[in-house]
């Protein structure tokens, strides 16, 4: 069963087969069809709800989330907000009533999840206010998509709901709604509960602790793993598969931990992206940008580190940073734990270290301290600038002594079976200056390491060329003659 409070009002929601999403829920069983489905992908923005969870406090936070692409029974314990939940009778909303005002609709197929989004940023600046900058608009609506309107109004709309009276939604007048929600949800992560669907054609468990997990994984080693689902759920949307035996991570404890040592930190597999913003932004500011570029809030909010790097894929945007910091994964299973660099985890396209038959899984990701003098830069190229998937992407880290280079560390993503580095160019630039010379053997050398693959979104040749213009770059970035505003302005574009 699936117990959980939707616009205030609480739902028990009996015999939910395990792929079903939180968008199926609410249109076919609950009827509640103002959530929209556009792309099945996460990547419209037409299906964005708010989902309240509570905090140490008691207090319910909301973030936005795509429907189409999240578990239904990953709302079990939590307050789903929905389109249909913010008017008072005739009495819109803020994001609604400016999105009127504002002329922000024409066909009014994206708006409900604009609505969404913008309901989810008024209720954060109402309870933390902050200046609306043109980022904290940009990274709200950055999901959702708008093909008729325009987004100059839909701006306007943001920046002008603060002006409107605030005018609550119904259950907002509701004193025991947190309370309802935070007894819920300490049934649902704290005594051990779980949603679990168990028919001849379905199972769904979401274990609560690692014990729970490892028994779990002994039991079923062929079971799916999701966390966020935000990749894991395509092949139901997309490619119509279903997903009879799952097994929930985005609840046990010991995966949703960042615990931090003198060396580093080990960031449990379930953490968000959204949970490690913060942590990024001080000490690693190029990974920190790049996840500006990542993907949307509603994305952010759900994905993981540990189902980015577990999915293997050849383009996958983290990976090749955590090999630029040599990073380390913390593998667990039914037999116990290992480490192992994440440099060793990637063999071959889609495939991985992990011990299926084991019922091995990731349990964290440790990044060590930065040191003083070492750096870091991240480019990603991709057809759209933000939101998109790679074409390539190139993680460089080293540091000056003497003026040559040390410790060169070249990654890149999308241009072999796995994301790897590139030992043969590593080794042109090591111990040399970063001179056009060392440069172009450095280049050289990397259109020897890597035979690219040719798809939709690059070919083969254009892939190499934008590799060694990712070097170009680093080195035009590091030449001691190239003057200071130069060298800004070509850092920002190529970001």
């Known amino acids: 069963m699936i117990d959980f409070y939707l616009n205030g009002r609480r739902q028990q929601c009996t015999d939910v087969p395990s792929d079903t999403s939180v968008l199926e829920l609410l249109r076919i069983r609950l009827g509640q069809t103002g959530t929209k489905e556009g792309c099945a992908s996460g990547d419209c923005g037409a299906c964005t709800v708010s989902i309240g969870e509570p905090d140490d406090q008691g207090n319910l936070n909301y973030h936005n989330a795509n429907a189409c692409i999240m578990p239904a029974h990953q709302i079990n314990g939590c307050h789903l907000v929905t389109v249909e939940g913010l008017a008072r009778g005739d009495a819109l909303h803020p994001a609604q009533a400016a999105m009127v005002d504002c002329h922000a609709s024409q066909c009014g197929f994206c708006t409900p999840g604009i609505v969404m989004s913008l309901f989810t940023l008024h209720h954060s600046q109402q309870r933390q206010p902050a200046p609306l900058t043109q980022q904290r608009l940009e990274a709200a609506l950055g999901g959702n998509l708008c093909r008729c309107t325009g987004y100059r109004p839909i701006r306007d709309a943001a920046l002008t709901m603060q002006d409107y009276p605030d005018t609550h939604p119904p259950w907002a007048d509701d004193p025991d709604l947190a309370s309802n929600v ?51 759920w395509l092949e139901v949307t997309q490619q119509l598969k279903p997903l009879n035996d799952l097994i ?3 609840q046990v404890a010991e995966l949703n931990v960042v615990d931090e040592t003198s060396e580093g930190w080990w960031i449990g597999a379930s953490v968000t992206y959204s949970r490690l913003e913060s942590l990024l932004a001080e000490h690693f500011p190029a990974f920190a940008h790049l996840m500006h570029r990542f993907a949307s809030s509603q994305i952010r909010n759900r994905a993981t580190l540990g189902g980015n790097i577990a999915n293997a894929s050849p383009i996958g945007d983290c990976p090749p940073v955590l090999l630029a910091l040599d990073a380390r994964l913390m593998l667990d299973g039914p037999n116990g734990s290992r480490e192992m660099p994440v440099a060793d985890f990637f063999l071959d396209y889609r495939k991985t270290a992990l011990n299926a038959d084991e019922g091995e899984f990731i349990r964290a990701i440790f990044l060590p301290r930065p040191v003083t003098d070492r750096h870091l830069k991240v480019w990603k190229l991709s057809k759209r600038r933000e939101d998109d998937i790679s074409v390539v992407l190139g993680a460089f880290a080293w540091r000056m002594d003497d003026g040559v280079m040390r410790d060169v560390h070249l990654a890149f993503g999308g241009m072999a079976a796995i994301p790897r580095r590139a030992p043969s160019a590593e080794a042109a630039l090591e111990g040399q200056p970063p001179t056009e010379n060392a440069f172009t053997v450095a280049k050289a050398a990397l259109q020897n390491e890597f035979q690219p693959l040719s798809d939709v979104r690059g070919s083969s040749e254009y892939r190499l060329v934008a590799a060694s213009n990712l070097l170009e770059r680093l080195r035009l970035l590091l030449d001691a003659d190239f003057n200071t505003s130069a060298e800004m302005c070509l850092d920002a574009y190529a970001h």
Request: hydrophobic letters at 30%; glycine letters at 6%.
């Open 248 to 250: 929930d991570l985005h």
């Open 182 to 232: 935070n007894a819920l949800y300490f049934d649902a992560t704290k005594k051990g509960t779980s949603p679990r669907v168990d028919e001849s054609l379905s199972r769904y468990d979401s274990p609560r602790d690692i014990a729970s997990l490892r028994e779990l994984r002994r039991q079923r080693p062929g079971a799916r793993l999701v966390a966020g689902a935000t990749d894991l």
